[in-house]
């Protein structure tokens, strides 16, 4: 820490908060800029496909963090994280069709997924303990930044018909950042861990959000409800492998009949997946309303719009009777929203429907933004073992990267199921997400049940 006190912390914060901010923007980037791209590469059936393969690699690729980090040290963890972003980066700026985008958002995953989780697991080595909050509120106002400039880069882009050179420029900047890294970061690792990776345990996840994502390519009915029913299984299959593993996913205490956290991370991963109508809303205002690229791509934002500024307000509540009543509101107002959205989604929508869409979809993110960060406290008190209290935090963004996985596959079959209507498949997934928004909320009613002393 002596050296990098001496050099300051400017290089640092550069590197940290840079590199969840190229995260962040590369999300909310292809969000917009991807309607346009398949216009001329083509994959239109496959469009649910680049969200879920980029999800898929990130979970899989957060549950390395910790242990790249003991293994490799700061500096070089960092190094390692970009390194796959770029190559993906750089096969999304090539593609010559859908198949090749998909390989190369994979691959931009298995970074992002790294990239994020080093984010904020590197401030604890790289900083003094007097700015571990600073640091952890620069870098968490990233996705701020990625919410405004992700769709501003993407849309002009696209909207110049130049969407390649869009994944160039975000290149260019993950190559700036990992210049700066030698310098900006420790390089000292720690002490090896021992703490196995659950392979098998991810490799059946990602077999179960396949599954999903598959169906929605498939037209024969049949065909789709096999391949659903065998997700189910799978996903079965994954439950009851965890419960019985000693290398699990997620914490011990998550399949206890009386912890709470099964009920805490299923009420996240409820709300990560409604978020998920953000990724089809650039599609849905090109195709419904004729609106340009650069348009859209602030349409697909409105989401994160909600959630981050009624994070601000709703992080201060404190009372506890308060704080259980926010947890289920929070998702029966996502289901309001969404079912809004979806009942104003018609062929030739004028401005006026869509300034409608895009206040729902923000009334939708506004309930994330009430719920989802006393979730996350409830999990981190949901045990007084340190231990299992630390594994349950970290397994935090696992459930929502989990819940962004499936909800991208899900999403894919709803809207494939609606073509070639469109307004029929935007109808299917806000309906269909709402459906499942409404049972989060019967859920978190029971993540933190009232005590004799809240009443």
């Known amino acids: 820490m002596t050296t990098t006190t001496a050099r300051g912390f400017g290089a640092t914060s550069v590197v940290l908060a840079g590199g969840v901010a190229l995260h962040a923007i590369n999300l909310f980037l292809t969000i917009s800029l991807l309607p346009t791209a398949i216009s001329e590469i083509g994959g239109e059936r496959l469009y649910a496909w680049s969200a879920t393969a980029f999800t898929i690699a990130s979970v899989i690729s957060s549950m390395l ?37 998909l390989v190369g958002r994979a691959i931009q995953g298995i970074g992002g997924g790294l990239i994020a989780g080093l984010g904020y697991a590197v401030i604890q080595t790289a900083y003094p303990e007097r700015l571990w909050a600073k640091a952890t509120a620069l870098v968490s106002a990233m996705w701020g930044v990625g919410t405004v ?15 390649r050179l869009a994944f160039w420029l975000l290149t260019v900047l993950g190559v700036g950042i990992a210049v700066v890294v030698p310098r900006a970061l420790p390089r000292s690792a720690q002490v090896a861990v021992s703490e196995r990776i659950p392979v098998v345990s991810l490799t059946v996840f990602a077999l179960a959000a396949a599954l999903v994502s598959v169906a929605g390519v498939l037209t024969d009915v049949a065909l789709i409800t096999v391949t659903i029913v065998a997700a189910l299984v799978v996903i079965a299959w994954f439950i009851r492998r965890e419960r019985r593993s000693a290398v699990r996913v997620l914490p011990a205490t998550t399949y206890s009949a009386r912890s709470p956290l099964k009920w ?17 809303a650039p599609l849905f205002g090109q195709r419904l309303a004729g609106l340009p690229p650069l348009v859209a791509g602030f349409l697909g934002a409105a989401v994160s719009v909600g959630w981050s500024i009624t994070m601000l307000f709703s992080a201060s509540t404190t009372r506890p009777r308060t704080l259980r009543r926010m947890r289920i509101a929070g998702p029966a107002i996502l289901a309001v929203g969404l079912t809004v959205t979806g009942l104003f989604q018609v062929d030739n929508a004028g401005p006026g429907l869509v300034v409608i869409w895009f206040v729902a ?16 406290v409830a999990v981190m008190g949901s045990t007084t073992d340190p231990v299992e209290a630390g594994k349950a935090s970290a397994g935090i963004n696992t459930v929502e990267l989990m819940g962004l996985a499936f909800g991208s596959a899900l999403g894919g079959l709803l809207v494939n199921l609606g073509s070639p209507s469109m307004s029929r498949s935007a109808q299917f997934l806000m309906f269909g997400l709402a459906a499942i928004a409404v049972l989060g909320a019967f859920i978190a009613r029971r993540t933190d049940p009232i005590t004799r002393d809240d009443q």
């Not at 390692?80 to 069709?97: K, R």
């Open 264 to 280: 805490m991370y299923l009420s996240i991963g409820i709300l990560a997946l409604g978020t998920v109508s953000e990724a089809f």
């Open 65 to 101: 963090v910790s242990r790249l980090l003991a293994r490799r040290g700061p500096a070089m963890a960092y190094l390692i994280a970009l390194a796959p972003f770029l190559l993906g980066t750089v096969l999304a700026a090539l593609s010559p069709t859908m198949g090749v985008m």
């Open 149 to 163: 400039a992700g769709p501003a880069i993407g849309g002009a882009f696209a909207q110049f018909g130049a969407w």
């Open 361 to 376: 979809l923000a009334v939708a993110g506004a309930g994330v933004g009430i719920a989802f960060p006393h979730q996350l």
